[in-house]
C-alpha cells in the first residue's frame, strides 16, 4: 500500500511551516521531537506506520481555521485525526504532512432533551454522549465495539453503525448538524437541531467523507428514550451456513430486532475465554438477537424468532432473564476484537457488506479461501445488514503471512462486491481499500466522486493518498472536451 511520494520542497520548509504553526497555537500545541510523534505514528491498522513531519494540537474552532488557512496558502497536506481508532488506515500520517489531532476538543456543549438532542465537540467518545444522558432514560443509539475510546468526530468520518444500527442506523441517521472548517479556514454549519435542512444533503455528503473534504468541529446528534423492555436471545446452531439461513428469515418474517449479531466457533470460544458470557462452546455458530419495546411485544417477537431459530436448525436457545444477563451476551460480542488477539499474535479485521440472503454463500466461500491460504479466520459480524467482520489470524513475524493476509482480505472485499456487496460497511475505505475501490467503480464513478473533492479542496491538501487509488487533478477533471479538433457546443460562450 503505497502512499504519495514526500515533496522533498516541503520537508525543506519544515522549519518555516513549524514556526508559522507555533504562531497559531503556542505552547505544547506543535509537536515535533521524533519520540514524541511516535504517538501518532499509525491508527488502528497497525500494519503501516509513517511518522508526520509535525503534528499540532488546537484547542478552539479558530486556531483550526487559522491552521488550515495557513497550510493551504503554505501548499501543505494536513491529515485530521481523533482517537486513532481508524481500522483502515484513514488516519495514517505523511511525512510531508501536518497532523491535526483534535483530542482537545472533548466537552459536552448542550444537552437538549426537549428536542432529543445533544450539542458536542468531535473529541467526545461515542460512549460519553450515552452516558452524559442516561440519567435521564436515554441513549445514543450507533455503539461501535471501540465505542469506549471512539470519537463522535470519528464516527462522522468514517460513518460508523455497531450492533444496534439494524433498526436505529448508522452515524448518518442520528446526526442533526455539523460545524466545520474547509481547507481555506472558511467556518461552516450544515443542518441544526431541526430534523430537516433545505437545500442539498450536505451532511449526508460530509459524514462518511474520512477527513477529505473537511475537519468537523461541532456535532449535534439525536438521542432516543431507552425501549421499555429489552432482552437478548442466544440462538446456536450446528453450522455457520444454518446461522445465516436464520439471519435472512427474521428478518424476511418482517422483524426487525434492536440488534443480531453472528459469531463463528473461533470467535465464540475467544470471547467466552476472555468475558465468561456464558456461550455455549458446542456450537458452529452463535447468533445474538435483541428484542425491545414494549414487554408484551418482545415475549412476542422472542417466541416467533425461537421459532424460525428451530425451524432453520437451532441446536441451543437461551433467553436473557435480567438486564446483567441481556448486557453480558453483548459484552461478550463487544469484547471479541481483543478476544481473538488472545489466540493469535496478529490479527487483521476486515470490513465488508454483502446482501442478507448471501451470507451462507459468502460464509462458505470465506471458509474455502482459508483452507487453500492456510491462515484461519474468525467471523464477527453485524449479521443484521450484512455487515462482515472476519478477523484473518496470522504472524507477522513470519515472512509472507502479513502479505497472505492482505491477500485473503482483498479475496473477500471481492467476494463481498461480486454478490452484490460493498467494500465497507462502517471501517472506511482510507488506505486498506483504496486500491480495490476499482473493483467496485468504474473510471466515470470515480472521477465524479473526486469532482466533488474538488468543490471542497481544489488543491488536494486534506488527506490525500486515502480513498481513491489515482487521485486526479481537479484542473484535469474540469477540463472541456475536444473531438476532432473541435468543442461541442462551439457557439456557448465560455469563460
Request: aromatic share 6%; net charge negative; hydrophobic share 40%.
Amino acid at each position: 500500500m503505497k502512499m504519495p511520494v514526500p515533496d522533498s520542497g516541503v520537508i525543506a520548509r519544515r522549519r518555516e511551516i513549524v514556526e508559522a504553526l507555533r504562531a497559531i497555537v503556542p505552547g505544547e500545541g506543535v509537536i515535533v521531537d521524533e519520540n514524541e510523534l511516535r504517538a501518532y505514528e499509525c491508527d488502528g491498522l497497525t500494519a503501516y506506520r509513517q511518522l508526520p513531519m509535525v503534528a499540532v494540537l488546537p484547542s478552539t474552532v479558530e486556531q483550526v481555521s487559522q491552521v488550515l488557512k495557513a497550510c493551504k496558502a503554505m501548499g501543505v497536506k494536513v491529515v485530521p485525526r481523533g482517537a486513532g481508532t481508524s481500522l483502515s488506515g484513514g488516519a495514517l500520517p505523511l511525512a510531508d504532512g501536518v497532523l491535526l489531532g483534535m483530542g482537545k476538543f472533548k466537552r459536552i456543549l448542550d444537552i437538549d432533551y426537549a428536542n432529543r438532542c445533544v450539542t458536542v465537540q468531535p473529541g467526545v467518545t461515542n460512549l460519553g454522549i450515552s452516558n452524559a444522558v442516561a440519567h435521564e432514560g436515554f441513549y445514543y443509539a450507533p455503539d461501535p465495539s471501540s465505542q469506549i475510546a471512539c470519537t463522535i468526530g470519528g464516527n462522522i468520518a468514517e460513518n460508523s453503525g455497531g450492533v444496534h444500527c439494524l433498526k436505529y442506523g448508522l452515524t448518518t441517521n442520528n446526526v442533526l448538524g455539523l460545524e466545520m472548517v474547509l481547507i481555506d479556514g472558511t467556518i461552516l454549519r450544515l443542518g441544526g437541531k431541526h430534523l430537516d435542512a433545505g437545500g442539498y444533503d450536505l451532511m449526508g455528503i460530509v459524514t462518511g467523507s474520512e477527513g477529505l473534504l473537511g475537519v468537523v468541529t461541532e456535532v449535534t446528534v439525536r438521542i432516543l428514550k431507552k425501549p421499555a423492555t429489552a432482552r437478548a436471545v442466544l440462538l446456536g446452531f450446528p453450522s455457520s451456513e444454518q446461522g445465516g439461513d436464520c439471519v435472512a428469515a427474521i428478518i424476511a418474517a418482517g422483524i426487525i430486532p434492536g440488534g443480531m449479531e453472528m459469531m463463528d466457533r473461533p470467535a465464540i470460544h475467544a470471547a467466552e475465554a476472555f468475558v465468561h458470557a456464558g456461550y455455549p462452546l458446542d456450537v458452529e455458530a452463535l447468533l445474538i438477537v435483541e428484542l425491545d419495546g414494549p414487554a408484551a411485544e418482545v415475549d412476542h417477537l422472542i417466541d416467533r424468532v425461537e421459532a424460525i431459530a428451530r425451524d432453520k436448525g437451532a441446536c441451543y436457545a437461551r433467553v436473557s432473564k435480567s438486564e446483567e444477563e441481556r448486557l453480558a451476551f453483548w459484552a461478550g460480542r463487544k469484547a471479541a476484537f481483543p478476544a481473538v488477539g488472545r489466540i493469535s499474535p496478529d490479527y487483521y479485521c476486515m470490513d465488508g457488506t454483502i446482501p442478507r440472503k448471501a451470507l451462507p454463500l459468502v460464509l462458505q466461500r470465506m471458509q474455502e479461501m482459508s483452507d487453500r491460504c492456510g491462515l484461519r479466520v474468525a467471523n464477527v459480524f453485524h449479521a443484521g445488514d450484512g455487515n462482515l467482520h472476519p478477523l484473518i489470524l496470522y504472524d507477522a513475524n513470519k515472512p509472507g503471512e502479513l502479505e497472505a493476509a492482505e491477500e485473503f482480505g482483498n479475496n473477500i472485499l471481492r467476494l463481498c462486491v461480486e454478490v452484490g456487496g460493498v467494500l465497507t460497511g462502517e471501517h472506511g475505505v482510507g488506505v486498506e481499500k483504496r486500491d480495490l475501490m476499482t473493483d467496485q467503480f468504474d473510471e466515470a464513478d470515480l472521477r465524479q466522486q473526486q469532482r466533488l473533492k474538488c468543490a471542497f479542496d481544489p488543491d488536494g491538501l486534506l488527506n490525500p493518498g486515502k480513498v481513491f487509488p489515482t487521485l486526479h487533478r481537479c484542473a484535469e477533471l474540469g477540463r472541456l472536451h475536444v473531438h476532432q479538433g473541435e468543442l461541442r457546443f462551439p457557439d456557448i460562450p465560455r469563460f
